[in-house]
């Protein structure tokens, strides 16, 4: 797909296995970030859009202010070599380098290497956890769960892994909110604020972007998120995005 420019930096789009999509960017303009949050981890980063996205926002936060002196570090992993590779041209290109790396190892493997604690830990992980496998490997491993990591090694991880008030968000199928939900809560996380998105007025949530803390909320946020009405974007879609497509 050759590259895709958002309103701040691009990103070669090339040799990832899972490609820029609606998903990672909603998860991207969704999740809260403070200008409190020192260090985010992208797991599965793949063309490396969510942790981009995320400095172009801490930049917005800290309004010119030197990222790297104010000791805001971004991680990012994949398991997939070229996906990795990919993300590190698409951070290295970006107005936000020096504080953006990437890894090529698996989530167990970072976790044994790694005692960081973390202020934000998001993913777009794979969900199609039975669902027919696509024909090529790397595009599998992306996007089912039985190939490596699920919601729940992210619930599990993020458990050991969040700071005191940390967060994690997450963006799946709204088929999978009920599962999730019960997995993070015998991880001690339970939801802060849930974000359901449909295409249109007329069909079901399709997504979900959850977002966790270790601290029980009595009634989470929740909102309804249409992307388009009548063949036209939303005014809620354009705003949430607008930072980042060109097109708005």
Avoid at 68 to 83: K, N, T, V
Avoid at 227 to 232: F, V
């Amino acid at each position: 797909m050759g590259i895709f420019r958002f309103k701040k930096f691009s990103v070669k789009n090339e040799r990832s296995a899972m490609k820029v999509n609606t998903d990672g960017v909603l998860l991207g303009a969704v999740m809260h970030i403070s200008a409190d949050d020192r260090t985010l981890l992208d797991i599965g980063t793949g063309t490396g859009t969510i942790a981009l996205m995320a400095a172009q926002r801490c930049a917005d936060l800290h309004a010119g202010k030197n990222l790297l002196a104010a000791g805001i570090r971004i991680e990012s992993i994949d398991i997939d070599e070229a996906s990795v590779l990919e993300a590190r041209d698409n951070f290295s290109c970006s107005p936000w380098g020096e504080i953006l790396h990437a890894f090529h190892c698996s989530l167990e493997v970072f976790a044994a290497q790694n005692e960081r604690k973390y202020d934000l830990i998001f993913s777009n992980p794979p969900y199609f956890d039975c669902s027919l496998m696509a024909p090529e490997q790397r595009r599998n491993a992306a996007r089912h769960t039985s190939c490596g990591l699920s919601y729940r090694e992210l619930a599990e991880f993020a458990s050991e892994r969040l700071a005191p008030d940390g967060r994690l968000a997450i963006v799946l199928p709204a088929d999978q909110e009920n599962a999730l939900l019960r997995h993070a809560r015998m991880c001690g996380l339970f939801p802060q604020r849930l974000t359901r998105v449909r295409t249109v007025p007329r069909k079901r949530p399709s997504r979900v972007i959850a977002e966790f803390t270790r601290t029980r909320c009595a009634v989470p946020e929740e909102c309804l998120l249409t992307i388009q009405d009548e063949g036209e974007y939303t005014s809620e879609y354009i705003s949430l995005t607008r930072d980042f497509y060109l097109q708005f």
